[in-house]
């Protein structure tokens, strides 16, 4: 109950407020719409018509969000109960295709960014020569270059998944090689001396200590990189949007001017990503409490 | 195929010489030259794959061809970082990380406020903002306004964050010395809580550097005039003219890096008593 009180209300406050200025936005965006229409109609509207028009129009600036909830329901839930959850109309179908991207590009990243992080720990050139690359690339806007990336691998032949999951591969593996070096380095002096003692080679102290003690740094990274492999992924599909996605819906919506429908895949990625942070936020709990690592 | 063959070449002196340089303790020199060393091996590397396999300019240019084209198109690209960095994301986190930096302030005296939004920004921060491009080109019309707008919805939630935190930094004992002091809350924040706060909000402004970048350009494809550098690299691909594409690249790593240096130059000059700017 206490929790409750003290963490839960004021997250509900801030919600709700979001959700007031929305409504409240939107009722400003949409105005002009709403008495240009009433003006060539030669009515005046009253304030509560203007209310329930601006929260009704097909193409609003700012749909409400019981507009995009509605539009969401249509395009997920009430297409599962027609059976035909993988049409191509379907949210679920879109969002599959940028959550494959997505994972495809993360496990790839997260694989690659761990090994040059185990290089960079045991190889002091390696290090002094690709750490500070590394660190400048995070400052260079890599996401511009998706669609070039995207582009030429479809000129190579490669379409579909797997130009999408190199960009994501590419946004996830910096936040991984940086906080696993941080991790793999993170055994004190004399915790290295133990292994020393112990005669243990390098391989067993990557495998028994310097590993374990990483775990944290890790899982920190991976949540940075989850997130960023859905934007990768989302950015890959402005280009080519004929294979669909959440991104393409995005670009489609904007070519129609239908909000509604920009609003929803956005909302739909949004929510993507809360669970993707989510589930590693789980794992990441899970795997700390059974190595006793849990704070 | 000689080219190759003088590129691998390359690489393996320069991997011996670096070996060599690592061996040797740490210094300015050797900081500086190994780095700089495996970047131009990577450049020949490039190079000599290109030329060495007649790699066609279409799929990859050469480092030496993107040069030139840099060389030559100054103008274009002048015109484009303008539009682009000066008017877009200059502008738009100059805004968001000043709204951010206020916002912060005028919750930091309700820790109801802080307790809702610190999550709320942490959940939003982590979502895909750059999705909201096209709606606000849409409000906002194709000019920079509407990048800069994008600009500003991206900065603002990890900049809020990391200021909210950072006025949270002064410890018990410093709030109850200012207290003992009879100081004022104006006082106490601008004696102690902001300049303890310093480290967090020079965090936030780093992190922006690089998403302001990312938003003006990414901005672009969803509709623009005809410059910009977002519009050149999405318009060059659709030609096929990599080498530009490249230099718009180039422009926009240098933009970046450099933003991001003059951010840290000046975080050295504010939070010179942090333990990580001291040399010891």
Not at chain 1, 237 to 253: S, T, W, Y
Not at chain 2, 163 to 190: E, I, K, W
Request: charged share 10%; aromatic share 10%; proline share 5%.
């Amino acid at each position: 109950m206490i929790w409750l009180r003290s963490s839960l209300l004021p997250i509900l406050t801030v919600v709700a407020a979001i959700f007031v200025l929305w409504y409240a936005g939107a009722v400003g965006l949409n105005s002009k719409w709403a008495y240009d229409k009433a003006n060539r109609a030669g009515v005046t509207l009253s304030f509560s018509e203007l209310v329930a028009d601006t929260w009704s129009q097909e193409k609003p600036k700012l749909p409400g969000p019981h507009q995009v909830a509605a539009e969401i329901w249509k395009t997920t839930g009430a297409m599962v109960l027609r059976g035909k959850a993988f049409s191509k109309r379907s949210l679920i179908f879109h969002g599959w295709i940028t959550l494959s991207a997505t994972m495809l590009g993360f496990v790839l990243g997260t694989g690659f960014g761990i090994l040059l992080a185990i290089g960079i720990v045991h190889n002091r050139a390696m290090d002094m020569s690709v750490m500070p690359w590394v660190i400048a690339s995070q400052t260079i806007p890599i996401l511009a270059i998706a669609p070039m990336v995207v582009v030429v691998m479809n000129s190579i032949g490669f379409s579909g998944l797997v130009p999408k999951s190199i960009i994501s591969m590419y946004l996830s593996f910096f936040p991984v090689v940086v906080g696993m070096t941080k991790g793999l380095r993170s055994p004190d002096a004399m915790q290295m001396d133990q292994m020393r003692t112990w005669n243990a080679s390098k391989w067993q102290t990557l495998i028994r200590l310097r590993l374990p003690s990483s775990m944290p740094y890790l899982f920190t990274s991976l949540k940075v990189g989850i997130a960023a492999s859905l934007v990768g992924a989302i950015v890959g599909e402005l280009p080519i949007n004929q294979d669909g996605g959440l991104g393409a819906r995005m670009l489609v919506g904007s070519y129609y001017s239908q909000t509604i429908q920009i609003w929803s895949a956005l909302l739909t990625a949004a929510a993507l990503a809360a669970v993707l942070v989510g589930i590693v936020g789980l794992v990441q709990g899970a795997t700390l409490k059974r190595m006793g690592m849990a704070r | 195929m000689n080219w190759a063959v003088f590129a691998l070449g390359f690489w393996g002196v320069a991997w011996w010489i670096n070996l060599r340089l690592a061996k040797m303790p740490r210094s300015r020199v050797t900081s500086f030259a190994i780095p700089a060393l495996f970047g131009i091996t990577l450049l020949v590397l490039w190079e000599g794959a290109v030329r060495g396999f007649g790699v066609n300019p279409v799929l990859l240019p050469a480092p030496s061809a993107i040069a030139v084209r840099f060389a030559t198109s100054i103008p274009i690209l002048w015109t484009d970082f303008a539009q682009t960095f000066i008017k877009g994301a200059l502008s738009g986190y100059l805004i968001g990380c000043g709204a951010a930096f206020l916002t912060a302030i005028a919750v930091d005296r309700s820790p109801f406020l802080q307790k809702g939004l610190l999550p709320v920004g942490n959940f939003v921060a982590a979502l895909p903002i750059i999705g909201m491009a096209p709606i606000l080109v849409m409000w906002f019309g194709f000019d920079w306004q509407s990048k800069s707008a994008v600009v500003v919805v991206m900065v603002f939630f990890p900049m809020l964050v990391n200021t909210v935190q950072g006025l949270q930094a002064s410890d018990h004992m410093q709030r109850d010395l200012m207290h003992t002091y009879g100081a004022s809350y104006p006082q106490a924040l601008m004696r102690l809580r902001l300049p303890a706060a310093m480290p967090f909000v020079f965090n936030g402004l780093k992190i922006c550097t690089t998403l302001a970048l990312i938003g003006a350009i990414v901005a672009e494809f969803f509709g623009s005039p005809i410059k910009g550098m977002g519009f050149r690299i999405s318009t060059e691909v659709g030609r096929l003219a990599l080498d530009m594409v490249w230099a718009e690249i180039a422009v926009a790593a240098l933009a970046g890096s450099a933003f991001y240096g003059c951010v840290a130059m000046i975080e050295k000059a504010v939070t010179f008593w942090h333990p990580s700017q001291r040399r010891g």
